[in-house]
Structures are given as C-alpha cells and as structure tokens.
C-alpha cells in the first residue's frame, strides 16, 4: 500500500509543530511515513509503537503520531493486546485493516481531559463498502 492523498496529519498546539507538519508534507514525508508505518505493521502482523520506531527508523513521537492518524483513518487498530517495551513498559499492540470501512460512530469518556467530556470516536470494521 502507499499513501498518495498527501493528508493533513493533526500537530499539538503549538506553532512548531504545526511547522514541523507542514515542512514534512511539502517534502512529501507525510505520505512516506504513513506508508512505512502502515506496511511495517501489515507485514509482521501487528506492532507496538517501540517496534514500529525501532523498525522504521522514525523517531517516537512522529511514529506515534502516525499510528494515531492511522488509527483515526481506520488503517490501524488496537488489538487489546499489551506487549513490553524495550524499556520494560505496557504498549498497546496495533495490526492493520487493509480495507477500513466507517460502519458508524459512538461516544466516549474523553481520556485526555480526565473523563470530564466526552468524544465521537469512528467505527471501523474490515470490508468493502460495496457490500
């Protein structure tokens, strides 16, 4: 698979990395990360995000960051499995969808703002969207 649409990836707040974001697509690395970590992970049948670092050569935090595009995308998904990392610590363990189709949306306790509110969270499922 290789990404060609050139998406926007979400950055933090703060200028920088809104910066960051845009040299990267203009150079076209937002495509060719997105690939690297989406094939690496569809290759090996699922990876945490040190594994997909290590692999990769892509520093953690843009490596985090496309798993988490990814995963919003439905390419990617959490398998409910925890793996340690290197550094001994609890990783989600990610696999991949070659065919992601948004079945639906539900609403979640926000996890980021301390379940004080809650967010739309897309539903994925494997398919076709003819069918």
């Known amino acids: 698979m290789k990404f060609t649409d050139n998406a926007r990836i979400p950055t933090g707040k703060t200028d920088t990395s809104r910066e960051s974001r845009d040299i990267m ?12 970590v989406y094939n690496f992970v569809l290759s090996i049948g699922n990876a945490t995000y ?7 050569g892509i520093i953690q935090a843009t490596a985090a960051t ?3 595009f990814l995963r919003q995308q439905g390419w990617l ?27 639906g949306t539900e609403i979640k306790k926000c996890t980021r703002c301390k379940g004080t509110g809650e967010i ?12």
């Open 25 to 36: 697509q203009k150079k076209g690395l937002s495509n060719e990360y997105r690939t690297r």
């Open 50 to 56: 040190d594994e997909v670092m290590k692999a990769t």
């Open 66 to 68: 496309y798993v988490s």
């Open 77 to 103: 998904y959490d398998t409910g499995q925890r793996r340690l990392t290197r550094h001994k610590r609890p990783a989600i363990v990610w696999a991949a969808r070659k065919k992601p189709v948004l079945v």
């Open 120 to 131: 739309e969270e897309p539903i994925w499922k494997e398919g076709d969207p003819e069918q």
